[in-house]
């Protein structure tokens, strides 16, 4: 039988592995509208798909790769910016097993935790968690004021900029991505220069970058290694960031599968849903 420590610690993995791909996710992606355009510098078409992820409305993306101390991941996502936030995330935490697998979805204020039979064996048979976000405080979840939700708040086009902070951007060739023909660009930059290059930004472009810039001091990570793949119309298609921080390697691939379309988020039934708040509390006292 299985013991309350054990299902302590279960619970536990998941809602980790949980909102960290949330925290990642929500501030790693960048598409946008953008117009026809003859050849430019490396660092020129960079700022300019960087600057059209503004127009961005709603994504589909896939996630692939290794976050630290939760190891490899895999995610497929829908996400709404405007004019409400809205998204859904199924996602994999490859190395935890069948407690791994889960599905994320966030509507208004309400973060939703749920699809993972083993979770609901836990839970009386009910398949999701609920945490109220809204009723967080400063230091709920790590401080910062719950930095899954924050990021989730936030226009994700955040870190698709950082490549725009790098000296070094240079073409890399094209390659097709996904069926569609882009031009892959590479640069590094470290987050002391991504910081120096807010310096003549508005203030809300300044606060919603420097909150991502936070999330990689976080980890531990100095530096990081960008490679974008953009296609012909100045859209971001996909892009990779890789860093060493102080609990594993950081190395994210994010694909685009469409934008500007529609997404219609639920969420789960009342009664298939218990309160994430309180069974933190119990964990806690636990």
């Known amino acids: 039988m299985t013991g309350p420590s054990v299902r302590r610690s279960t619970r536990a993995r998941t809602i980790g592995a949980g909102l960290a791909a949330v925290a990642l996710a929500a501030g790693a992606v960048s598409c946008g509208k953008g117009e026809e355009s003859p050849k430019m510098s490396p660092a020129a078409a960079v700022a300019k798909a960087a600057k059209n992820s503004d127009d961005i409305t709603s994504l589909r993306y896939r996630m692939t790769g290794e976050v630290p101390e939760q190891g490899r991941v895999k995610a497929e996502a829908s996400m709404r910016m405007k004019p409400t936030l809205a998204m859904s995330m199924k996602i994999t935490a490859l190395d935890e097993g069948a407690d791994g697998s889960a599905e994320i979805r966030l509507v208004g204020k309400a973060m939703y935790i749920g699809g993972n039979a ?36 936030q226009n994700p086009a955040a870190d698709s900029t950082f490549l725009t902070g790098a000296k070094d951007v240079r073409e890399i060739g094209t390659e097709k991505v996904d069926g569609v023909e882009t031009t892959h660009y590479r640069g590094t930059v470290t987050l002391d220069a991504l910081r120096d290059s807010l310096k003549d930004e508005d203030k809300a472009t300044r606060e919603k970058r420097e909150k991502s810039i936070e999330q990689y001091a976080d980890m531990g990570v100095d530096k990081l290694t960008m490679d974008m793949w953009v296609d012909g119309e100045d859209h971001t298609k996909q892009f990779r960031m890789k860093g060493a921080a102080d609990k ?39």
Do not use: C, H
Not at 120 to 145: C, F, T
Not at 256 to 269: C, M, R, S
């Open 118 to 153: 083993e979770m609901a064996k836990e839970m009386d048979g009910k398949s999701w968690m609920k945490l109220d976000m809204s009723a967080l405080g400063e230091d709920a979840l790590g401080g910062g004021g719950n930095p899954a939700a924050g990021r989730a708040e």
């Open 248 to 286: 594993g390697p950081l190395d994210l691939t994010i694909t685009f599968l469409d934008y500007n379309e529609p997404v219609t988020v639920q969420a789960p039934p009342a009664e298939d849903t218990v309160d994430l708040a309180e069974m933190m509390k119990d964990l806690g006292e636990s």
